[in-house]
Each structure stands twice: as structure tokens, then as C-alpha cells.
């Protein structure tokens, strides 16, 4: 057995003796990775959706995480009209924003707010459009400033949103972790400043905990949001431990150094279960773990070649060995338990001499080289994208071809992705909800080229036309037909080769109460109590 294993069957037998080392008063969360902002409109890393959605903000609609259906929040009801085409918010009274050491907001949360948290990412002469950036990775990849055509103050506290034309999605993706509302009022405040940049790395919004103190790296540290609208239960303090190393997060679970801990490996699964202080929740994950070719560079805009290289490998071979029976074979680029999915599509099958007999029809000889970019991080799509790339690395190179394997630190990863300097990359996609238009144009929209998250570069038109007559229509068994459609064009045509749809995992001590799977996306710690 590995020294890891050994440190932890170590640990764990001294835990009985060990006490607590968190704060009584606070819960300690073993994150993997620092966020890139503490806005989530700004990027659709779980790690920044994570440290910030869920935490800081709130949004006018919420999904409830047992159900899965839409529920009220900053948003008390709404109505819709009979062409579909203009929804009317009715908004909570005396929301309260975070009070900082530099702010003090002089009023309640208001329709002035709702205005300027989606105008910002909508209309491009907003004066915070390019702040940090200028890229809105989840709305641009849905076109949603192009849907909503107005967003209008009725009065302090009813707002109208008038879209183009009718699209089944739009409440689901107003539910998101990416649809979170700033504060208008603290905008002006920093554009008084001459500080707009404060708005994502000093952040204020109405969420059950406010962010205190934050280290590159160390730690996310919060505090308890005391006028908080929700009469749920708050800690007065929490606390993100980044903790890269899934091995030390669970050290640290066990020596009750963290009360839980992101993405426990799936190597450790069983030795988490087998300890009684410890809770291990699991669900099927809503994800897709895949690997994209950049169809923008030939050879991979060739699909013969792209069909060629997935036979070359063994997917039943790549999940036991990195998901250890915690995953399952993907068919399509949504799981078994989205209604989209079609069962009936054939994927491709390991058939290394039809592959190499394929390549060398396409003219690709014998020594072609190229690269597979791998994640440096844990996902619940991909708990090990470097292990699984140099399993492809040997699988390659039984067809002929040698393939190099190229990582970098993940905020670096990300950008370089989005310039589309790889060849292929081992990545993935987990859902935002439960419709699944939240997979097929994220991940394979001509919108989500320019957005960064179609990392296939793969523009068709056909696809396209698709998926949005799919939003035509409410009943489900008319989207069906468009989205099966989609289903044979995607096998067909093979901009990204489905790999594994995973389970999700939460572990954390048991005096921990409240904690559940998000199933639609980040962490949530507002309403979770330590025991005593």
C-alpha cells in the first residue's frame, strides 16, 4: 500500500484522541484551489463559484438542492406573459448588503441593483462591462445578452425582463451560480474612487457571509452576514483552508483540523467510509468528463482523424482506473438521468488496428505528434486528468502517434485554453441545472467558442440550429427530438470524446449538520451548524 494510505490508516487511529482544532465557532472547509475572482459571472471554475456564489450572493431565483425545482429568493414571485416573451419580478423587501470597513450601504437591496448585475455582463457600453476583463464565460456561451432585448425598472421593487423571443432555459439560468446580484449602490461608490476593480476582489453582496480576509493560496477567511434576510443558521465564522493535496485534505479531516473537505479522492473513498466520526455523501454527479479536440487545427478538424483517435483508447479501461468504480462509460455529452439523454446512440468502440488503419487513410503518419493538455486539479468530472493523459499517451502510441502531455498552473491553464493553443485537452463540464440546454451550449455552441467554454473550438451550424429550436418549445417530448438529433450529430461528427459521467462526493466530520450535495453546482454553507 501507497505512504499516503499508510499516513492515513496512521491518522486515523490516533483521531479518537485528538481534539478539535477548529474554531468552535466556525467551520473550516479544506478547499482545493484559490479562486480567480470573488465573482462568479466572471468564470465557471468550481473554485471561484465555490468561494463566492453561494457565500457572498444571492440570486433572484434559487433551485431548491432536494428537489431541483425553482424557488423564490431576492425574487418573491413572477409572472410571465402568454407570448413568453417578458418576465415580471416582484422583489423582496429589506434585503440587507454587507457593511465593510470602506462601505455602508444607506439602503435596502432594489430593483436598481437587479439592473445593474445583469446589464452588466448584457450591454457592452456598461461602465463596468470591462472591469476584470470583460469576459462573462457562462451568459456569452448562451447568448443571453443577445435574448434579453430590456431590463426595466417598474418601480423600487418590480422589475421587467423582456426577452427576444421565447426560450424554455431562461428561468433555469437566472437560478445559476453565475446569475448573482451586486450591489449598485457600492459600483457607484468605487467608480467614486476610481476603484472599480474592487467590485470582484473586495466584494459586497446580500449572501449569508461576507468575505473578511483572503491569502493567495492559504486561506478564504468569512464572516457571519449578522443581517442576513434568511432566518437560517450562520456560523460566526468560515473558513476556506486551500489545501491543493486531496491526501492532506483528508489528513486534516481526520486529525479534525477541517470539518470537511472538497473532492475527496476516489482512491479514498473507502477509508473515509470506514471511520465512525466521518460522513461520506455521494450522488450522481450532473457532469461530463471528456476529451476535446481543437477542430480549429488539422489534423483535428478532421473528424475521420478525431474518430480514429477515440478508438484508439479504452474508456471502460480509463474509468476504472481513475474513478475506482465511482463513474460510469458516457454515451452522450449528457449522463443517463437528463432526459435528453438518448441510449441508443453507439459509442465508440476500443479498436486499435481499425484506429491506426483510420489514420493512416487521413494521411497521418507514422511518428505524428501531438498534444494533450491535462487539468492540474481535481474535478468530480476528472479526479486525475495527468494520470489519465499518459494512459492515452501509451494508447497512442500503439496507433503511431506520440503524444506529449502539457499542463500548467489552472488559472494559467484556463487562459491558454481559451486562446486555444492545445491540440486536445481532458477536461469537463458539470451543470449548472437540471435543463439540458446547460450542457449542449456551454460545451459546443459557436457562442461558446469566443465565451471559452466550447474547448472542442467546434462551430456548426447544423448543431446550432438544433439546440436553440430545442428552446422553441416547453414539452419536453418536442426538445427531445431536436436534442436527439443533436445526439446523432455529436456521435457522427466527434468534436470531444464523452469519457465518464461521475458520482460526487462530500465528506465531513459529523458534527457537521446541514451539509448537503448541491446538485446544480457550488458548495453552499449557509445553513450548515457545527455540533457541539
Same mark, same amino acid.
Given at each position: 500500500?501507497?505512504?499516503?494510505?499508510?499516513?492515513?490508516?496512521?491518522?486515523?487511529?490516533?483521531?479518537?484522541?485528538?481534539?478539535?482544532?477548529?474554531?468552535?465557532?466556525?467551520?473550516?472547509?479544506?478547499?482545493?484551489?484559490?479562486?480567480?475572482? /470573488?465573482?462568479?459571472?466572471?468564470?465557471?471554475?468550481?473554485?471561484?463559484?465555490?468561494?463566492?456564489?453561494?457565500?457572498?450572493?444571492?440570486?433572484?431565483?434559487?433551485?431548491?438542492?432536494?428537489?431541483?425545482?425553482?424557488?423564490?429568493?431576492?425574487?418573491?414571485?413572477?409572472?410571465?406573459?402568454?407570448?413568453?416573451?417578458?418576465?415580471?419580478?416582484?422583489?423582496?423587501?429589506? %434585503?440587507?448588503?454587507?457593511?465593510?470597513?470602506?462601505?455602508?450601504?444607506?439602503?435596502?437591496?432594489?430593483?436598481?441593483?437587479?439592473?445593474?448585475?445583469?446589464?452588466?455582463?448584457?450591454?457592452?457600453?456598461?461602465?463596468?462591462?470591462?472591469?476584470?476583463?470583460?469576459?462573462?464565460?457562462?451568459?456569452?456561451?448562451?447568448?443571453?445578452?443577445?435574448?434579453?432585448?430590456? !431590463?426595466?425598472?417598474?418601480?423600487?421593487?418590480?422589475?421587467?425582463?423582456?426577452?427576444?423571443?421565447?426560450?424554455?432555459?431562461?428561468?433555469?439560468?437566472?437560478?445559476?451560480?453565475?446569475?448573482?446580484?451586486?450591489?449598485?449602490?457600492?459600483?457607484?461608490?468605487?467608480?467614486?474612487?476610481? &476603484?472599480?476593480?474592487?467590485?470582484?476582489?473586495?466584494?459586497?453582496?446580500?449572501?449569508?457571509?461576507?468575505?473578511?480576509?483572503?491569502?493567495?493560496?492559504?486561506?478564504?477567511?468569512?464572516?457571519?452576514?449578522?443581517?442576513?434576510?434568511?432566518?437560517?443558521?450562520?456560523?460566526?465564522?468560515?473558513?476556506?483552508?486551500?489545501?491543493?493535496?486531496?491526501?492532506?485534505?483528508?489528513?486534516?479531516?481526520?486529525?479534525?483540523?477541517?470539518?470537511?473537505?472538497?473532492? $475527496?479522492?476516489?482512491?479514498?473513498?473507502?477509508?473515509?467510509?470506514?471511520?465512525?466520526?466521518?460522513?461520506?455523501?455521494?450522488?450522481?454527479?450532473?457532469?461530463?468528463?471528456?476529451?476535446?479536440?481543437?477542430?480549429?487545427?488539422?489534423?483535428?478538424?478532421?473528424?475521420?482523424?478525431?474518430?480514429?483517435?477515440?478508438?484508439?483508447?479504452?474508456?471502460? %479501461?480509463?474509468?476504472?482506473?481513475?474513478?475506482?468504480?465511482?463513474?460510469?462509460?458516457?454515451?452522450?455529452?449528457?449522463?443517463?438521468?437528463?432526459?435528453?439523454?438518448?441510449?441508443? !446512440?453507439?459509442?465508440?468502440?476500443?479498436?486499435?488496428?481499425?484506429?491506426?488503419?483510420?489514420?493512416?487513410?487521413?494521411?497521418?503518419?507514422?511518428? /505524428?505528434?501531438?498534444?494533450?493538455?491535462?487539468? $492540474?486539479?481535481?474535478?468530480?468530472?476528472?479526479?486525475?486528468?495527468?494520470?489519465?493523459?499518459?494512459?492515452?499517451?501509451?494508447?497512442?502510441?500503439?496507433?503511431?502517434?506520440?503524444?506529449?502531455?502539457?499542463?500548467?498552473?489552472?488559472?494559467?491553464?484556463?487562459?491558454?485554453?481559451?486562446?486555444?493553443?492545445?491540440?486536445?485537452?481532458?477536461?469537463?463540464?458539470?451543470?449548472?441545472?437540471?435543463?439540458?440546454?446547460?450542457?449542449?451550449? $456551454?460545451?459546443?455552441?459557436?457562442?461558446?467558442?469566443?465565451?471559452?467554454?466550447?474547448?472542442?473550438?467546434?462551430?456548426?451550424?447544423?448543431?446550432?440550429?438544433?439546440?436553440? &429550436?430545442?428552446?422553441?418549445?416547453?414539452?419536453?417530448?418536442?426538445?427531445?427530438?431536436?436534442?436527439?438529433?443533436?445526439?446523432?450529430?455529436?456521435?457522427?461528427?466527434?468534436?470531444?470524446?464523452?469519457?465518464?459521467?461521475?458520482?460526487?462526493?462530500?465528506?465531513?466530520?459529523?458534527?457537521?449538520?446541514?451539509? %448537503?450535495?448541491?446538485?446544480?453546482?457550488?458548495?453552499?454553507?449557509?445553513?450548515?451548524?457545527?455540533?457541539?
Amino acid at each position: 500500500m501507497t505512504l499516503v494510505v499508510l499516513l492515513i490508516t496512521f491518522l486515523s487511529a490516533c483521531d479518537a484522541l485528538l481534539q478539535s482544532t477548529t474554531d468552535p465557532d466556525g467551520i473550516v472547509y479544506c478547499s482545493e484551489g484559490s479562486p480567480a475572482s /470573488f465573482n462568479p459571472q466572471l468564470d465557471t471554475s468550481g473554485t471561484t463559484v465555490d468561494a463566492s456564489s453561494h457565500q457572498i450572493y444571492d440570486r433572484l431565483i434559487d433551485f431548491d438542492p432536494v428537489t431541483g425545482n425553482i424557488v423564490p429568493a431576492l425574487a418573491t414571485s413572477w409572472l410571465t406573459s402568454d407570448d413568453g416573451k417578458t418576465y415580471t419580478f416582484q422583489l423582496r423587501k429589506e %434585503v440587507a448588503f454587507h457593511k465593510t470597513e470602506t462601505f455602508k450601504p444607506t439602503r435596502f437591496f432594489n430593483a436598481d441593483d437587479v439592473l445593474f448585475s445583469i446589464n452588466r455582463w448584457r450591454l457592452t457600453d456598461h461602465p463596468y462591462h470591462e472591469i476584470s476583463g470583460g469576459r462573462y464565460p457562462y451568459t456569452d456561451s448562451l447568448n443571453l445578452g443577445e435574448l434579453i432585448t430590456q !431590463v426595466k425598472r417598474l418601480n423600487g421593487y418590480r422589475v421587467e425582463i423582456t426577452l427576444s423571443k421565447p426560450e424554455s432555459s431562461f428561468l433555469a439560468n437566472l437560478a445559476t451560480d453565475f446569475s448573482v446580484i451586486l450591489s449598485s449602490e457600492y459600483a457607484d461608490k468605487l467608480t467614486s474612487r476610481n &476603484q472599480k476593480e474592487l467590485i470582484d476582489y473586495s466584494p459586497v453582496g446580500t449572501g449569508p457571509y461576507q468575505l473578511s480576509s483572503f491569502r493567495q493560496d492559504r486561506y478564504i477567511r468569512y464572516k457571519k452576514h449578522s443581517e442576513y434576510w434568511r432566518k437560517i443558521e450562520l456560523t460566526d465564522k468560515l473558513i476556506f483552508d486551500i489545501t491543493p493535496s486531496s491526501s492532506l485534505r483528508l489528513a486534516k479531516l481526520l486529525t479534525a483540523e477541517c470539518d470537511a473537505i472538497a473532492l $475527496p479522492a476516489h482512491s479514498e473513498l473507502e477509508v473515509i467510509r470506514k471511520q465512525e466520526n466521518l460522513v461520506l455523501d455521494e450522488k450522481p454527479g450532473l457532469n461530463i468528463g471528456f476529451w476535446a479536440f481543437n477542430t480549429s487545427k488539422p489534423p483535428f478538424n478532421n473528424p475521420k482523424v478525431r474518430r480514429a483517435l477515440g478508438m484508439a483508447i479504452d474508456r471502460n %479501461v480509463l474509468i476504472e482506473a481513475i474513478y475506482f468504480n465511482s463513474a460510469i462509460t458516457a454515451k452522450n455529452i449528457v449522463p443517463p438521468t437528463s432526459w435528453a439523454f438518448q441510449a441508443d !446512440v453507439r459509442p465508440l468502440s476500443y479498436n486499435p488496428s481499425a484506429a491506426k488503419k483510420l489514420l493512416q487513410e487521413q494521411g497521418i503518419p507514422d511518428g /505524428f505528434t501531438m498534444n494533450i493538455w491535462a487539468m $492540474p486539479v481535481q474535478r468530480a468530472y476528472n479526479p486525475n486528468a495527468i494520470k489519465m493523459a499518459e494512459l492515452i499517451q501509451v494508447y497512442l502510441q500503439e496507433v503511431g502517434i506520440k503524444a506529449n502531455i502539457i499542463s500548467y498552473e489552472w488559472s494559467t491553464f484556463r487562459e491558454r485554453l481559451t486562446e486555444g493553443l492545445h491540440d486536445s485537452v481532458l477536461i469537463g463540464w458539470s451543470a449548472d441545472n437540471g435543463d439540458p440546454d446547460n450542457f449542449y451550449r $456551454p460545451l459546443l455552441s459557436c457562442a461558446a467558442i469566443k465565451s471559452g467554454t466550447n474547448r472542442a473550438m467546434w462551430c456548426s451550424q447544423e448543431y446550432d440550429l438544433l439546440i436553440n &429550436q430545442a428552446l422553441d418549445y416547453t414539452e419536453i417530448s418536442e426538445r427531445t427530438y431536436f436534442y436527439g438529433k443533436a445526439n446523432e450529430l455529436l456521435a457522427e461528427q466527434l468534436p470531444l470524446i464523452p469519457i465518464a459521467h461521475a458520482s460526487r462526493y462530500q465528506a465531513h466530520r459529523k458534527k457537521l449538520s446541514g451539509l %448537503v450535495i448541491n446538485p446544480f453546482g457550488g458548495v453552499r454553507f449557509g445553513g450548515v451548524k457545527k455540533l457541539q
